[in-house]
């Protein structure tokens, strides 16, 4: 084991006998990778032996937990008999058991930190995609962020875009005058999917304090890099959800992180578990930004790993991009099958000793086929190897052992009560009171001028015309310069709100 590298394991020689340690360089680790592999053929130990591998190295990590098994790499290992064998025909010598620091999170705040963010912050293109709206209802959304943009609304959460929505279906017309068609249906099938979206969970998703990335890129005390982990058995019920937070979460890191290169090692890894997840009925505009967020990422210090079943799930724009590979066992039994193993193995480095496709058929439970960025950032050829044992252990916590490290967690406190402060929500009702008001005020004032005795208007300031004062329609100067201010102060506010390559609102 090096200072510069994650050791996986060994590889093995056709007679299945040691052959050497494979490793993966730290200073590749931003150049992104893949996991993929039937389900029970040992891809959930990799991702742990890779995470504690990374935090190990003073990186932090990201990762979700789909099964519940992840949450064990918070507590030390046990010795059982075939861990110590599998690390001796590995040669790790010393075996060392341990725990990785975890921080845990859970959108619905039940087995972790609450997780959120605001609906500005998640932008119309995600938006749309959450809730699976028409290109004609996706238009209305862009235009109803247009104006909270220039109108300086804060859309914070559900129920200041629900306000909005309203506020836009009353000023349709006006509203259809500029930006284009702007209809009463398509606002009501918004208003639909945003009520869905309620009973789904959203009104605990979005909302502050939102989520600081700071607050998955820490290190401990000791160095190490902490391991977040996202609690995501229930989250999978709702598999959009799930796929559109990890998404917009990866936006965020790219929108906010400065430019630094290629680092010795990277500033965090995040791990995207069933990644077909996000590009299944993905719109090709979603998927030409996902493209360019995980191209782009890299010079951001931030490594990618995405986990699937099948190398299919991903396509070869983003496929080309992932240059450290762990291929565990795949069977070929239907056509489709026999595809994705021939598109495993083809994107390997062939190696003389074996043949890849066979191979990729027949990994027994922790192999896995490793191809990795040697020193100058060429793919290594493909070799069969045997994954090391993880320190942590091997399956869930108890609920008892998850709620100690959510108390002791270094973000216990910050997340735990919503704040709703003034939004949208508030600024559109006090609009429509005092528009009610002074609805009111004219009318009571339209009632005292048609009954009862008037004075003569003297110096003529009551009559319309050249002489009798304003004529009515005009503004005075007075309310010239006031419209003009508040014209001044939204288009500064509209200039001052830029969105990001998804849409999503830069806090920049």
Request: net charge neutral.
């Amino acid at each position: 084991m090096a200072d510069d590298s994650i050791f996986l394991g060994a590889s093995r020689k056709p007679d299945n006998t040691y052959q050497q340690a494979e490793s993966l360089l730290l200073k590749f680790g931003n150049r992104h990778g893949l996991i993929t592999g039937a389900t029970g053929t040992g891809k959930t130990v990799t991702l742990q032996v890779l995470a504690e591998g990374f935090s190990k190295a003073g990186v932090p990590v990201f990762c979700a937990d789909i099964k519940g098994d992840l949450s064990g790499i918070g507590a030390k290992g046990e010795e059982k008999d075939f861990l110590v064998k599998r690390a001796a025909d590995v040669k790790l010598d010393p075996y060392e058991l341990g725990a990785s620091p975890v921080i845990f999170w859970d959108i619905f705040g039940e087995q972790g930190h609450p997780i959120r963010a605001t609906i500005s912050e998640m932008g119309p293109l995600l938006l749309s995609r959450l809730m699976n709206l028409t290109e004609a209802q996706e238009g209305v959304l862009n235009i109803a962020f247009k104006i909270a943009d220039e109108e300086g609304l804060l859309l914070l959460d559900m129920k200041d875009l629900q306000a909005l929505l309203v506020n836009i279906a009353e000023r349709a017309e006006e509203i259809s005058a500029r930006y284009g068609n702007v209809t009463k249906p398509s606002v009501g099938a918004i208003q639909r999917s945003l009520l869905v979206l309620e009973q789904q969970g959203g009104t605990k998703f979005f909302g502050e304090p939102a989520l600081k990335i700071a607050d998955i890129m820490r290190t401990g005390t000791d160095g190490r890099g902490l391991v977040s982990v996202l609690t995501a058995d229930k989250l999978m019920m709702n598999p959009r959800l799930y796929s559109t937070f990890l998404l917009w979460l990866l936006s965020e890191l790219f929108e906010e992180l400065p430019e630094v290169g290629d680092p010795d090692k990277p500033r965090l890894v995040f791990f995207f578990d069933e990644a077909h997840l996000l590009f299944n009925e993905a719109p090709k505009a979603l998927l030409t930004r996902v493209e360019q967020v995980v191209r782009l990422i890299r010079s951001k210090g931030v490594g990618v790993f995405f986990i699937s079943q099948n190398p299919l799930d991903v396509p070869e724009t983003v496929l080309a991009q992932l240059g450290n590979r762990l291929q565990h066992a795949l069977r070929a039994y239907t056509p489709r099958e026999q595809n994705a193993v021939k598109a495993a193995a083809d994107t390997f480095r062939a190696n003389p000793d074996f043949n890849t496709f066979e191979a990729i058929t027949n990994l027994a439970t922790g192999e896995a086929l490793v191809s990795t960025l040697a020193d100058k950032g060429v793919p290594s050829v493909v070799q069969r190897t045997l994954i090391r044992p993880p320190a942590g252990r091997i399956g869930p916590l108890t609920s008892d052992e998850r709620q100690t490290l959510i108390n002791a967690s270094p973000v216990a406190g910050l997340y735990d009560e919503m704040v709703d402060r003034e939004s949208a929500y508030e600024l559109l009702q006090k609009k429509a009171e005092q528009m009610k008001t002074e609805a009111e005020a004219k009318q009571a004032g339209e009632a005292d001028s048609t009954s009862g005795w008037s004075l003569p208007d003297i110096l003529g300031g009551g009559k319309s015309g050249p002489r009798g004062g304003q004529p009515r329609g005009r503004q005075t100067v007075a309310e010239a310069a006031m419209k003009s201010v508040v014209r001044s102060v939204g288009s500064s506010l509209g200039r001052a709100l830029v969105r990001g390559i998804l849409g999503s609102l830069s806090r920049r």
